[in-house]
């Protein structure tokens, strides 16, 4: 079975302060999916980064960057420099390549607060 | 554009009264599917479709029912809500399973059941 686990429940930060969301996963594919999702106050899901198993390199956007390290089976996120605007609950999610069934499963989320 | 539409995004209801949210998406997507969220506990699949007249059961679907009688259209049907359906809820679609899909989520369903 998949399983994510995210166990940070919340995290607050003062601004400019660099902050890293753990996300640690279980899998018996080979080929899988991670994805980091940030849902702000609004509700909706914004999507972040997809990797898949095959491709360890680690990503940087801008402020945001990902480490992802099979050996450890986890996926972190670390927000450098963080903003107000950051404040959102952050979703992991893993998804498998199988074309049958059941698609995505989610971690219970990091609700990050950042303080002015 | 393409997007995914949920209505109503805000529902407030009284227990057993039947309700539908309905899902529909403008990119001709086979595989649909339902989650909710709740705290805690992150989002979980409701139900899930393959394709038009293929529905499956998700983590969830106890107190829940689909149908896609249509490949755009996917309705969330609770036929007697309880208060332990209070929750958000998003419908998803993608052009088929597995994370190799880029998955589009609607804007979320806030149902309150009192």
């Known amino acids: 079975a998949q399983k994510v686990t995210q166990a940070q429940t919340e995290i607050s930060v003062v601004e400019k302060e660099d902050v890293t969301l753990d996300c640690v996963y279980e899998?018996?594919?080979?080929?899988?999916?991670l994805f980091w999702y940030k849902q702000p106050p609004s509700g909706e899901l914004v999507f972040l980064i997809r990797?898949?198993?095959?491709?360890?390199q680690n990503e940087i956007s801008g402020r945001y960057s990902w480490n992802f390290q099979k050996s450890t089976s986890s996926f972190n996120f670390t927000i450098t420099a963080s903003q107000v605007v950051d404040s959102a609950v952050y979703f992991c999610?893993?998804?498998?390549?199988?074309?049958?069934?059941?698609?995505?499963?989610f971690g219970p989320g990091t609700r990050l607060s950042v303080l002015p | 554009e393409a997007q995914v539409t949920q209505n109503p995004r805000y529902l407030i209801t009284v227990t057993g009264k039947k309700l539908t949210v309905t899902c529909s998406q403008n990119?001709?997507?086979?595989?649909m599917s339902w989650y909710r969220q709740d705290p805690g506990l992150g989002l979980r699949q409701i139900y899930y479709?393959?394709?038009?007249?293929?529905?499956d059961k998700g983590d969830v679907p106890e107190g829940y029912k689909v149908s896609r009688k249509e490949k755009r259209n996917f309705p969330l049907i609770l036929e007697s809500p309880s208060p332990n359906q209070t929750s958000l809820y998003f419908c998803?679609?993608?052009?088929?399973?597995?994370?190799?899909?880029?998955?589009?989520f609607g804007p979320g369903t806030r149902l309150t059941v009192l």
């Open positions: 998803a679609s993608s052009l088929g399973a597995g994370g190799h899909n880029e998955q589009f």
């Open positions: 899998t018996r594919d080979t080929t899988y999916y």
């Open positions: 990797r898949n198993s095959f491709d360890e």
């Open positions: 999610a893993l998804s498998g390549e199988d074309n049958y069934g059941q698609n995505f499963v």
């Open positions: 990119m001709n997507h086979e595989y």
């Open positions: 479709s393959m394709n038009v007249e293929v529905t």
